[in-house]
């Protein structure tokens, strides 16, 4: 068998309720048993006292055969109604001479018995035990009668104990509904409570299975204000961000597929001309084999920025990180575009000096000054500047790389980071090397995996600066 939450939940509490609440009414019966049994001793005492002083003179003038035994036995009689309890009169040495119940010459001397024998020491005692000639259980107390301090007999009271016993029990048996009403109650409670916790949880449990579905729309009530609420709200938070993840993943896709797809398509027109004849004609046949060999090319450019993306989509340890000098990287970079720049007629400068050094990838940074001066490169006419900078600002280093070129219209600005975006897909396509569109975008990840960040500001026509901030090496 399976028990459930709820199950387990609710057997909780009451096991915790019968142990607490049964342990106090244990307690609690015990005590009242106690005052009950202690209450009736007392009082039977306190009876047998009063009598034996009360009837001091009257046993004396009995003893004294001044009163005749008659009138003795009505005085007594008297008194035993009013204690409510069988009364019996003892010599001193332990014989009865009167019983209010019965014959007093059937009853046994009752010295040996402890109240008789502690009440003749000046002591109280009681006791419990069967009478033998009921043969019921009662309760005996005594106490001595005594004339000018010398004793004269003992008196003797007792009473069924069987009243007092099923007094305890009626206590017992409501102090038993009592704890059972408790512990109904706090079962009950609990299991309201196990419901209302548990529903949002089988809520959530629900929402999971559907998510793990597909059905990334799936969301569960997060009203209220408690720990659930935030809970539910953060899962329909969750949910939200997968759907939004996959989206993007799928866009991804479609996009990648399509940009691989153009090129192939390119370069199998080009071979199904070659094969129908074009090749015996040298100018056609040379065009058409550059032809492939570009779109090839491209196709080979796609896939490793591809590849370098889902890399980075990846890599989340820092492990990699090391010191690295700004200014020694920059110049590396630099150096690998001089002869670019000199082609292009586009002059190269670059401000950097005893910089701190930052905490990054060698190789990606790398990659990030690369892809910005490429692409300043490629979106500036011949005679424009690009100029390269780095500054120390209080954690950071702030790299700032500049040019003067086409810049890039305001509608784009906040796009040109997107995964294959590009301003101008006709020109940059066809521009000799044809972009991806994903330069930026690896250059963002980068930065981001890094803890930097990098804005870009731009005008048609007058250029382009984007500005790199990364935090020092600590
Ligand atoms: N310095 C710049 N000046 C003008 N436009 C720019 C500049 N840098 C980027 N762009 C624009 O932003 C677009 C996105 O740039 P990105 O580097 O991501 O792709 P790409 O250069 O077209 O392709 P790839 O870098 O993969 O070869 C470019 O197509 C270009 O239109
Ligand atoms: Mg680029």
């Not at 450019?301 to 820092?318: G, P, W």
Request: with cysteine; charged share 25%.
């Amino acid at each position: 068998m399976k028990f459930g939450l709820r199950e387990r939940l609710v057997a909780t509490y009451l096991i915790l309720a019968i142990l607490g609440v049964g342990g106090l009414s244990v307690r609690f019966a015990l005590q009242e048993k106690t005052r009950i049994v202690d209450a009736t001793e007392h009082e039977l005492e306190v009876k047998a006292f009063t009598i034996a002083a009360a009837i001091g003179s009257p046993l004396e003038k009995f003893a004294e055969d001044e009163l005749p035994y008659a009138d003795f036995k009505r005085a007594l009689d008297r008194l035993a109604r009013t204690a409510e309890a069988r009364l019996t009169v003892l010599t001193v040495r332990g014989d009865p001479i009167y019983d209010s119940s019965i014959d007093f010459r059937q009853i046994e001397n009752q010295r040996n018995h402890i109240e008789v024998q502690q009440a003749f020491q000046g002591a109280e005692q009681h006791q419990i035990r069967r009478d033998p000639i009921s043969g019921e259980t009662r309760l005996y107390a005594a106490a001595i009668i005594q004339q000018e301090s010398s004793p004269q007999g003992v008196v003797q009271l007792s009473i069924p104990v069987a009243p007092m016993e099923s007094q305890i029990q009626r206590e017992w048996l409501t102090l038993a509904g009592s704890a059972l009403a408790i512990i109904a109650v706090i079962v009950i409670a609990s299991w309201w409570l196990a419901r209302y916790i548990l529903r949002p949880i089988s809520q959530m449990q629900a929402a999971a299975h559907s998510l793990a579905d597909g059905h990334f729309d799936r969301r569960i009530p997060d009203k209220g204000t408690d720990e659930l609420a935030d809970l539910a709200r953060a899962f329909n938070n969750m949910a939200a961000q997968l759907s939004e993840m996959l989206t993007k993943q799928r866009l991804f896709v479609a996009n990648a597929s399509h940009e691989l797809r153009t090129p192939l398509t390119n370069i199998k027109l080009r071979a199904e001309t070659l094969l129908d004849g074009a090749y015996s004609d040298p100018t056609v046949s040379d065009k058409f084999l550059r032809d492939i060999e570009s779109e090839a090319g491209r196709m080979e450019r796609l896939v490793k920025n591809l590849l370098t993306l889902s890399r980075l989509d990846i890599q989340t340890e820092a492990d990699t990180l090391m010191p690295i000098k700004p200014c020694i990287l920059l110049k590396a970079v630099v150096r690998t575009f001089l002869p670019q720049a000199e082609q292009k007629e586009i002059s190269l400068s670059l401000a950097c000096n005893g910089l701190p050094p930052i905490r990054g990838n060698h190789e990606q940074l790398h990659r990030v000054f690369e892809n910005l001066l490429s692409n300043a490169l490629k979106y500036s006419p011949p005679g424009s500047l690009i100029t390269l900078s780095a500054a120390d600002s209080t954690t950071e280093v702030v790299f700032t790389i500049s040019d003067t070129g086409f810049g890039i219209p305001p509608q784009d600005l906040p796009h040109i980071f997107d995964r294959f975006y590009r301003v101008d897909k006709a020109r940059t396509r066809t521009a000799d090397p044809g972009g991806t569109g994903l330069g930026l975008s690896i250059v963002q990840s980068i930065i981001h995996a890094h803890g930097g960040q990098i804005n870009v500001t731009s005008q048609p026509d007058r250029g382009t600066t984007f500005v790199i901030r990364l935090p020092k090496a600590s």
